[in-house]
């Protein structure tokens, strides 16, 4: 937009004046379908003229590019391989001639550079054949929408710079305030949007000042900005003003909101006059609803240091806190406590009873700590299941004893959480300044060795840092020797958790996860097994496991009888660095006489970042194979189309953080939108995980993703019991 100081008196005159502008008829949708097998040419003749399409067939490259240069057409079915020629090159001749029409390319070749290449070429999109005729028609129907809105745009523009009342209509429907004023300060004009913006109506504001919308404390700054004379660079922008709108709830009651606007404003200026003065005629300006972006900031500054779940301090903060406690401390040689409290068997709740669940019972354990506290104590969250608490006026170390053992107390008490009855106990590991350390770190550290010392003694129970207490190496040690056990002694088994397709419930696949049955813990995640195994170098013997078990339970399934489904498989990322990697996936699928595309290796975004051309290469040789590969976690990393472009993948995982923002299935959840239209984009198979509540599964339905997994549908179980879901999921299919 122009400077509005420079804005010609007949302009300015439309933008005050009335307008209207006349929708123009949608002419039927002109199709070119470009396939050299006639029998595909008719099929998707008939196809197309049911849904009153005016469709043209030719069965060369030569014709098509004939065509497209006589005729206009909307949109090109294409098939890559042609009797004459590469479809990529009826592409590059339509890109080359400037020929304003979108293409879909319809085609067997299975493999991503064609889809990459078509895409960079201008494709609008690629579907696989044999095409499903209503996949075929959505993306037709999606194709021709985005052109009827990419030829209106280009319409309205050059509508816009001929018509002055098409100016008045964006004026009207701009999302911003725009308003001008008089010499006075006295509103002229003002758009539409002040009614949903403020709640006034524009007859209640037309001819009053300014300063009956501006908050009292913000109408100094107000005067330099709503009443500004100035032009160009010296013209206010971005001033940041709060002004009062009102929502009506009856004829005579109003309810008083505040609304905070970025606003920009310039000086308007009557044409020279006879003697080169220019007379001041009043102020143009725009105003911004900021207040949602005001509130993200103060959400995101309220998020770097403090826990999203909880609300506690996080790890930052709490150590802010303990090094400022530690100069207090040491002023006033008086004592402080450290502690560190970890929930015993936290990981159980998350895997059994859901996320969900885990941080609404996350929320209660904070509730009652809090309530054990006075106001100088700090309690935070640093970890998954790990709390800090400062307590830096506590008198003596059986001060800190009794708090600790008053805290074990009300954490005892049932839990009440999503309809489950949860029975909670602690490890308290506790360190005192200045006898356990006079600097945050040491402190950390040696509360840290006491909390693993009550976890190795039983845990539910607290203890105070003392020497003899093995450090966190030697605990670490323990931890590692544990694990080397459960190997040797078969402690590690496979949870299955199935993946379903929502439009019937029927299970799918199944993604392999991995659980350690330990004799003292219980059952423990894959969180427990894999940092340690990378620790002592057992990713690759314990993977080799993992894989060879997954495969050897599918070809059972599959021996039964049961259905055919597919087994996902992560890989890790020091799995996939080893050379002889894809010789050791292909001789598990030939071992148990698998096929290929029955395994699906999913592999985390970070994964290809750390040797992107090694990765891609494997990757590719498996893809060629017939391996199916997924991103798992997608979003959460580093999320470049680069990279997807350069690897050889299927299926794209939507991560359940993004599945969690889904509280409606009415609402927009843009991200999880962008992802699964991407996928589509891309010819990609896309899976919601994480999926809890009922309105989770119908969004990511309603949005295109039928590939389910989830507690909603399925918790992770043995391979027995899939087995016994198999088998009652045919035993359906028979009777139906």
């Known amino acids: 937009m122009s400077d509005p100081a420079q804005i010609d008196p007949t302009l ?4 005050l004046g009335q307008g209207s502008v006349t929708p123009m008829a949608v002419p039927p949708a002109r199709l070119l379908l470009v396939d050299d097998e006639p029998v595909m040419r008719h ?3 008939r196809l197309f003229a049911k849904h009153d399409y005016l469709i043209e067939s030719v069965g060369s490259g030569q014709a098509a590019i004939e065509r497209l240069d006589q005729q206009q057409f909307d ?9 004459d020629m590469h479809g990529l090159d009826v592409l590059r001749h339509a890109k080359r001639r400037g020929i304003d029409l979108l293409t879909i390319v319809v085609s067997g070749d299975n493999e991503i550079d064609s889809a990459i290449g078509a895409l960079r070429q201008g494709a609008y999109g690629f579907l696989r054949k044999p095409a499903e005729p209503d996949e075929l028609l959505a993306g037709v129907t999606n194709a021709l929408a985005l052109q009827r809105e990419r030829r209106e745009n280009e319409r309205m523009r050059d509508r816009l710079a001929q018509s002055e009342r098409l100016y008045r209509y964006l004026v009207e429907q701009s999302p911003d305030f725009i308003y001008t004023l008089d010499q006075e300060g006295r509103f002229n004009f003002v758009n539409q949007r002040v009614e949903s913006l403020l709640g006034y109506r524009r007859e209640d504001l037309i001819g009053k000042h300014y300063s009956v919308l501006v908050h009292p404390e913000d109408l100094a700054r107000a005067r330099h900005v709503l009443d500004e004379r100035r032009t160009g660079d010296r013209a206010s922008r971005n001033v940041e003003l709060r002004l009062r709108g009102r929502t009506p709830e009856d004829s005579h009651h109003f309810e008083v909101n505040l609304v905070t606007l970025s606003v920009n404003a310039f000086g308007v200026y009557s044409q020279d006059g006879e003697a080169g003065q220019r007379e001041f ?3 143009y300006g725009i105003a911004r609803d900021i207040s949602e972006r005001r509130k993200a900031e103060a959400m995101a500054a309220f998020h770097a240091l403090y826990d999203r779940v909880t609300e506690l301090p996080n790890r930052e903060l709490f150590h802010d806190r303990l090094e400022f406690a530690l100069i207090q401390s040491r002023r006033q040689r008086a004592p402080l406590a450290v502690m560190l409290i970890d929930l015993d068997r936290f990981k159980w709740v998350n895997d059994s009873l859901g996320h969900l669940v885990g941080d609404d019972l996350l929320r209660v354990v904070a509730q009652r700590i809090a309530g054990c506290l006075d106001g100088s104590d700090t309690l935070a969250r640093l970890d998954a299941d790990e709390f800090a608490l400062l307590s830096p006026h506590i008198p003596d170390a059986a001060a800190a004893k009794a708090l600790a053992k008053r805290i074990l107390g009300v954490l005892g008490a049932p839990c009440e959480v999503g309809g489950h009855e949860v029975f909670l106990t602690a490890s308290i590991g506790i360190a005192m300044s200045p006898e356990d350390g006079n600097d945050a770190q040491k402190l950390m550290r040696n509360a840290d060795v006491a909390l693993h010392y009550v976890k190795q003694g039983g845990k539910n129970n607290y203890a105070r840092y003392a020497s003899r207490m093995p450090d966190l190496s030697s605990v670490k040690h323990g931890q590692q020797a544990e694990l080397r056990r459960a190997v040797r002694k078969g402690e590690l088994v496979l949870y299955y958790q199935p993946q379903v397709d929502a439009n019937n419930g029927d299970i799918v696949g199944v993604e392999a996860l991995m659980r350690w049955q330990h004799p003292r813990d219980g059952l423990r995640g894959a969180g427990d097994i894999f940092p340690l195994a990378e620790e002592i170098g057992l990713v690759c013997q314990l993977s080799d496991w993992l894989l060879e078990t997954a495969c050897a339970d599918l070809r059972a399934w599959l021996d039964r009888g049961l259905a055919r489904i597919s087994m996902a498989v992560n890989i890790s990322p020091h799995y996939l660095d080893q050379d002889d990697f894809v010789e050791r996936v292909l001789a598990a699928v030939t071992r148990h006489g698998l096929a290929p595309e029955s395994l699906k290796l999913e592999i985390t975004e970070g994964i290809a970042i750390r040797n992107v051309d090694d990765a891609a ?8 194979a017939g391996v199916r590969l997924a991103i798992d976690d997608f979003g959460t990393g580093y999320s470049s189309l ?7 993948l299927h299926t794209l995982k939507i991560d359940k953080a993004f599945v969690n923002e889904i509280h409606d299935d009415s609402q927009r959840v843009p991200v999880v939108q962008a992802i699964i239209a991407l996928a589509r984009g891309l010819g990609l198979e896309v899976v919601g995980e994480g999926v809890e509540r009922e309105e989770q599964a119908r969004f990511l339905l309603r949005n295109g993703c039928h590939i389910i997994q989830g507690f909603l549908y399925h918790r992770p179980q ?3 019991a899939v087995a016994a879901l198999l088998a009652a999921q045919a035993h359906q299919a028979q009777q139906a």
Do not use: E, I, N
Request: aromatic share 2%.
């Open 718 to 720: 043995p391979a027995a």
């Open 75 to 83: 949109l090109m079915l294409l098939d890559l391989h042609l009797a």
């Open 642 to 648: 680069a990279y997807l472009q350069m690897l050889p």
């Open 43 to 45: 099929s998707l003749q």
């Open 281 to 283: 005629v009043g102020t």
């Open 12 to 15: 300015l005159g439309a933008l």
């Open 617 to 624: 290469g494997k990757l590719s040789r498996l893809a060629a």
